[in-house]
């Protein structure tokens, strides 16, 4: 068991750790609720000014578009190399149970 002093060290790392991975989810929702003038000025702003729902609404129709296809796209993407890494990474660990190498 670690001491008191490791204990705060690891939960201020851990803290560190959850910032840096929800930070950027953070970021990109935030910016998602910015005007266009707000997102190009510097230094930066945490919060919006100004909220606006319009980029959410505009999302169906991206650069004339269909967001559902690019949806489906990826989707399709994501599911078929998961089942391929799957799939190998089982075979492949079989292997290394099962054969002297």
Not at 15 to 30: E, K, L
Not at 45 to 53: C, S
Not at 71 to 85: D, E, G, H, K, Y
């Amino acid at each position: 068991r670690p001491s008191r002093p490791g204990r705060i060290a690891l939960w201020i790392a851990l803290a560190v750790g959850s910032i840096a991975t929800i930070g950027p989810f953070y970021w990109m929702f935030v910016t998602s609720l910015k005007i266009r003038q707000e997102l190009l000025r510097y230094p930066p702003t945490w919060w919006p000014e100004r909220l606006t729902w319009d980029n959410w609404a505009s999302l169906g129709n991206v650069a004339g578009q269909n967001f559902a296809v690019f949806f489906r796209n990826s989707l399709l993407l994501a599911v078929v190399v998961t089942a391929l890494t799957l799939l190998i990474s089982a075979m492949a660990g079989y292997c290394f149970a099962k054969l002297a190498f």
